[in-house]
Nanobody
Framework: QVRLVESGGGLVQPGGSLKLSCTASGNIAIHKIYDMGWYRQTPGKEREFVASITRGDTAEYAESVKGRFTITRDKSKRTVHLQMNSLKPEDSAVYFC??????????????WGEGTLVTVSS
Protein backbone atom coordinates (compact mmCIF):
# COMPACT_ATOMS: atom_id res chain seq x y z
CA GLN A 1 0.00 0.00 0.00
CA VAL A 2 0.91 3.65 -0.44
CA ARG A 3 0.36 6.38 2.13
CA LEU A 4 0.05 10.03 1.12
CA VAL A 5 0.63 12.79 3.69
CA GLU A 6 -0.22 16.40 2.87
CA SER A 7 1.04 19.58 4.51
CA GLY A 8 0.94 23.33 3.99
CA GLY A 9 -2.72 24.25 4.22
CA GLY A 10 -3.94 27.22 6.21
CA LEU A 11 -5.53 30.66 6.14
CA VAL A 12 -4.38 33.25 3.62
CA GLN A 13 -5.71 36.59 2.43
CA PRO A 14 -7.01 37.05 -1.11
CA GLY A 15 -4.11 37.62 -3.48
CA GLY A 16 -1.75 35.72 -1.21
CA SER A 17 0.17 32.50 -1.73
CA LEU A 18 0.39 29.05 -0.17
CA LYS A 19 2.45 25.99 -0.96
CA LEU A 20 1.06 22.51 -0.44
CA SER A 21 3.26 19.45 -0.28
CA CYS A 22 2.49 15.75 -0.38
CA THR A 23 4.86 12.86 0.24
CA ALA A 24 4.22 9.26 -0.68
CA SER A 25 5.53 6.37 1.38
CA GLY A 26 4.93 2.66 1.40
CA ASN A 27 6.00 -0.68 0.09
CA ILE A 28 6.95 -1.87 -3.37
CA ALA A 29 3.70 -0.41 -4.77
CA ILE A 30 5.18 3.06 -4.51
CA HIS A 31 7.49 2.32 -7.42
CA LYS A 32 4.47 1.83 -9.70
CA ILE A 33 3.12 5.33 -9.14
CA TYR A 34 3.18 7.31 -12.38
CA ASP A 35 0.87 10.27 -11.84
CA MET A 36 0.45 12.45 -8.73
CA GLY A 37 -1.59 15.55 -8.12
CA TRP A 38 -4.37 17.36 -6.33
CA TYR A 39 -8.13 17.53 -6.18
CA ARG A 40 -10.19 19.88 -4.03
CA GLN A 41 -13.64 19.77 -2.50
CA THR A 42 -16.01 22.21 -0.85
CA PRO A 43 -19.09 21.26 1.18
CA GLY A 44 -21.95 20.07 -0.95
CA LYS A 45 -19.88 19.81 -4.11
CA GLU A 46 -18.09 17.00 -5.88
CA ARG A 47 -14.36 16.67 -5.66
CA GLU A 48 -12.77 18.52 -8.60
CA PHE A 49 -9.43 18.09 -10.35
CA VAL A 50 -6.85 20.81 -9.73
CA ALA A 51 -3.50 19.72 -11.13
CA SER A 52 -1.40 16.65 -11.90
CA ILE A 53 2.15 15.78 -12.84
CA THR A 54 3.55 12.59 -14.29
CA ARG A 55 6.79 10.83 -13.46
CA GLY A 56 8.14 12.50 -16.60
CA ASP A 57 7.12 15.94 -15.26
CA THR A 58 4.25 16.51 -17.69
CA ALA A 59 1.79 18.75 -15.87
CA GLU A 60 -1.91 19.40 -16.38
CA TYR A 61 -4.10 22.05 -14.75
CA ALA A 62 -7.76 22.84 -14.34
CA GLU A 63 -8.72 25.94 -16.31
CA SER A 64 -9.65 27.74 -13.10
CA VAL A 65 -6.08 27.59 -11.76
CA LYS A 66 -3.97 27.92 -14.93
CA GLY A 67 -1.43 30.73 -14.62
CA ARG A 68 -1.83 30.87 -10.84
CA PHE A 69 -0.92 27.39 -9.60
CA THR A 70 2.25 25.44 -10.36
CA ILE A 71 2.75 21.75 -9.65
CA THR A 72 6.21 20.23 -9.30
CA ARG A 73 7.63 16.87 -8.33
CA ASP A 74 10.97 16.31 -6.64
CA LYS A 75 13.80 14.11 -7.95
CA SER A 76 12.75 11.17 -5.81
CA LYS A 77 9.33 11.39 -7.53
CA ARG A 78 7.72 10.73 -4.15
CA THR A 79 6.93 14.33 -3.19
CA VAL A 80 4.71 16.69 -5.10
CA HIS A 81 4.28 20.41 -4.42
CA LEU A 82 1.49 22.78 -5.39
CA GLN A 83 2.48 26.43 -5.38
CA MET A 84 -0.68 28.50 -5.26
CA ASN A 85 -0.42 32.20 -6.07
CA SER A 86 -2.99 34.98 -6.49
CA LEU A 87 -5.39 33.02 -4.36
CA LYS A 88 -9.11 33.80 -4.52
CA PRO A 89 -11.87 33.10 -2.01
CA GLU A 90 -13.25 30.52 -4.44
CA ASP A 91 -10.01 28.55 -4.05
CA SER A 92 -11.03 27.77 -0.48
CA ALA A 93 -11.47 24.03 -0.13
CA VAL A 94 -10.05 20.86 1.30
CA TYR A 95 -7.20 19.87 -0.98
CA PHE A 96 -6.56 16.16 -1.43
CA CYS A 97 -3.31 14.71 -2.69
CA UNK A 98 -3.66 11.64 -4.87
CA UNK A 99 -1.58 9.19 -6.84
CA UNK A 100 -2.20 6.58 -9.48
CA UNK A 101 -0.32 3.99 -11.50
CA UNK A 102 -1.74 5.53 -14.67
CA UNK A 103 -3.63 8.84 -14.56
CA UNK A 104 -5.29 10.63 -11.67
CA UNK A 105 -7.84 12.23 -13.99
CA UNK A 106 -9.36 8.84 -14.88
CA UNK A 107 -11.35 7.26 -12.05
CA UNK A 108 -10.88 5.38 -9.88
CA UNK A 109 -7.77 6.91 -8.40
CA UNK A 110 -5.55 4.41 -6.62
CA UNK A 111 -4.47 6.41 -3.56
CA TRP A 112 -5.73 9.43 -1.62
CA GLY A 113 -4.42 11.54 1.22
CA GLU A 114 -6.62 12.72 4.06
CA GLY A 115 -6.76 16.31 2.86
CA THR A 116 -5.56 19.71 4.02
CA LEU A 117 -7.78 22.76 4.44
CA VAL A 118 -7.08 25.96 2.50
CA THR A 119 -9.07 29.03 3.45
CA VAL A 120 -8.77 32.25 1.45
CA SER A 121 -10.39 35.07 3.37
CA SER A 122 -9.75 38.59 4.54
Amino acid sequence: QVRLVESGGGLVQPGGSLKLSCTASGNIAIHKIYDMGWYRQTPGKEREFVASITRGDTAEYAESVKGRFTITRDKSKRTVHLQMNSLKPEDSAVYFCCADDLNIILPPVDYWGEGTLVTVSS
